[in-house]
């Protein structure tokens, strides 16, 4: 990672700042802003699995300097609505892109759209959608605004704005097709919409494989996430404290967007308001502050593919053990009666499986995978392929095989 890391600040030093068409070329911007991902992994990496503060601190602050490289000369700032971000057939214009992938009809496109549109779809779970916070910048253990998860219509109301953009306002457990025009169901009841551009889903590049939304690559919403757990974990080490002016340039940029309350530090806990709070689901090991930053950023990049990776860093896999934690495997709250067809029959699915006999919350696998459990800390590396380790053995290398496999 030494070798990673100049690599990036020699090229940091020398790639133009502007080159070509913006958004679709290496520039500065990009560099700094993957620069700031890579020692972000490295530095916690460092300090959660293997207590080396020295290399955390050396990683982290230059994690937290190249995304301030990139807060104060890069240019970005949030032009379009969140939704935007993701499903815009142009993402010329949207100025919190810092990187994209261009696609165009005939030429090159993709099937995501169509994926989250028209075809059966693993739904979001029960966990990540009780993660957002309620509009006055609370927990839903705390807020006196959450209305329940009863109905949808609840699950949404007075949330982080980012829910109703991130999860379809209308639920489709599976069998449910034909009930909604033939939309696709999902396996959790919760169907994805943060994907889908609603003027395109019943035309020909919003189905099957002819889809032609831009996609973002690395965006500015994830450098501001970067630079803020950055500064906190320096705080955690003791290197630089974390201060209230980290979360105002960071966090409370993207709060301002979705007008939610600003996060405040106080001490090691986190506030709204001028007011201490601690969620009753936090994890005793980790602090109100950083469950705080680390739910922001959770709610940020929701199925833009960090999570595992976010676990695996934080040394947080137990967090997937399902018999600890079995939200993870439940979905929507549903009761049957609601689901019969007016000529007889149901809109759900034999295999559909409730927490109840008539109503509950869907149990999206039934399989033995259900029982799914935290055992064995190898599963934080990748086993390396016996053909890989032979290939060095032939010319007389040794490279190990990682701890545990």
């Given at each position: 990672?030494?070798?990673v890391l100049a690599d990036l600040e020699f090229a940091a030093a020398n790639v133009r700042a502007v080159d070509g068409e913006k958004g679709l070329n290496v520039t500065k911007w990009v560099v700094l802003a993957f620069m700031s991902r890579y020692m972000l992994f490295e530095g916690t990496w460092q300090k959660y699995h293997h207590n080396n503060?020295?290399?955390?601190?050396?990683?982290?602050r230059k994690s937290k300097w190249a995304a301030k490289q990139v807060m104060d000369g890069g240019g970005y700032s949030f032009s379009h609505p969140?939704?935007?971000?993701?499903?815009s057939l142009d993402l010329a214009t949207n100025r919190e892109i810092i990187m994209y992938r261009s696609y165009v009809t005939a030429v090159i496109t993709h099937s995501l759209m169509s994926y989250v549109n028209k075809e059966g779809q693993t739904g979001v779970s029960k966990d990540l959608v009780e993660a957002y916070l309620c509009s006055d910048g609370l927990p839903i253990g705390l807020s006196t605004q959450y209305q329940g998860d009863k109905k949808i219509e609840d699950v949404l109301a007075n949330r982080d704005p980012r829910l109703p953009q991130t999860i379809n306002p209308e639920l489709r457990p599976n069998?449910?097709?034909?009930r909604y025009n033939n939309l696709g169901p999902s396996s959790s009841g919760y169907c994805t919409w943060k994907f889908l551009n609603d003027a395109l889903r019943d035309k020909p590049n919003g189905i099957s494989n002819a889809n032609?939304?831009?996609?973002?690559v690395i965006r500015y919403g994830e450098v501001l996430m970067?630079?803020?757990e950055a500064c906190a974990v320096l705080g955690e080490i003791g290197a630089e404290p974390l201060t209230q002016a980290d979360l105002d340039a960071s966090i409370n940029v993207l709060r301002t967007r979705y007008g939610m309350p600003h996060l405040q530090v106080m001490g090691n806990s986190a506030a709204v308001g001028g007011v201490a709070y601690d969620d009753p689901k936090r994890d005793n090991t980790v602090s109100g502050i950083m469950w705080e930053i680390r739910r922001e950023r959770r709610i940020e990049l929701a199925m833009e593919g960090f999570r595992l990776d976010d676990l695996r860093r934080w040394k947080k896999l137990p967090y997937l053990d399902m018999p600890s934690h079995p939200d993870i495997?439940?979905?929507?709250?549903?009761k049957r009666s609601e689901w019969v067809k007016p000529a007889g029959g149901s809109w759900l699915a034999a295999?559909?499986?409730?927490?109840?006999?008539?109503e509950g919350y869907i149990i999206p696998s039934v399989s033995s995978l259900a029982d799914r459990k935290f055992e064995h800390e190898r599963v934080y590396l990748d086993p390396i392929p016996s053909g890989q380790i032979k290939i060095y053995s032939d010319r007389k290398y040794t490279l190990s095989q990682n701890e545990g496999w």
């Amino acid at each position: 990672m030494d070798k990673v890391l100049a690599d990036l600040e020699f090229a940091a030093a020398n790639v133009r700042a502007v080159d070509g068409e913006k958004g679709l070329n290496v520039t500065k911007w990009v560099v700094l802003a993957f620069m700031s991902r890579y020692m972000l992994f490295e530095g916690t990496w460092q300090k959660y699995h293997h207590n080396n503060n020295a290399k955390a601190t050396e990683y982290l602050r230059k994690s937290k300097w190249a995304a301030k490289q990139v807060m104060d000369g890069g240019g970005y700032s949030f032009s379009h609505p969140y939704r935007e971000s993701f499903n815009s057939l142009d993402l010329a214009t949207n100025r919190e892109i810092i990187m994209y992938r261009s696609y165009v009809t005939a030429v090159i496109t993709h099937s995501l759209m169509s994926y989250v549109n028209k075809e059966g779809q693993t739904g979001v779970s029960k966990d990540l959608v009780e993660a957002y916070l309620c509009s006055d910048g609370l927990p839903i253990g705390l807020s006196t605004q959450y209305q329940g998860d009863k109905k949808i219509e609840d699950v949404l109301a007075n949330r982080d704005p980012r829910l109703p953009q991130t999860i379809n306002p209308e639920l489709r457990p599976n069998g449910s097709t034909g009930r909604y025009n033939n939309l696709g169901p999902s396996s959790s009841g919760y169907c994805t919409w943060k994907f889908l551009n609603d003027a395109l889903r019943d035309k020909p590049n919003g189905i099957s494989n002819a889809n032609d939304s831009d996609a973002p690559v690395i965006r500015y919403g994830e450098v501001l996430m970067n630079y803020a757990e950055a500064c906190a974990v320096l705080g955690e080490i003791g290197a630089e404290p974390l201060t209230q002016a980290d979360l105002d340039a960071s966090i409370n940029v993207l709060r301002t967007r979705y007008g939610m309350p600003h996060l405040q530090v106080m001490g090691n806990s986190a506030a709204v308001g001028g007011v201490a709070y601690d969620d009753p689901k936090r994890d005793n090991t980790v602090s109100g502050i950083m469950w705080e930053i680390r739910r922001e950023r959770r709610i940020e990049l929701a199925m833009e593919g960090f999570r595992l990776d976010d676990l695996r860093r934080w040394k947080k896999l137990p967090y997937l053990d399902m018999p600890s934690h079995p939200d993870i495997n439940r979905g929507a709250w549903i009761k049957r009666s609601e689901w019969v067809k007016p000529a007889g029959g149901s809109w759900l699915a034999a295999e559909v499986k409730l927490t109840g006999p008539e109503e509950g919350y869907i149990i999206p696998s039934v399989s033995s995978l259900a029982d799914r459990k935290f055992e064995h800390e190898r599963v934080y590396l990748d086993p390396i392929p016996s053909g890989q380790i032979k290939i060095y053995s032939d010319r007389k290398y040794t490279l190990s095989q990682n701890e545990g496999w």
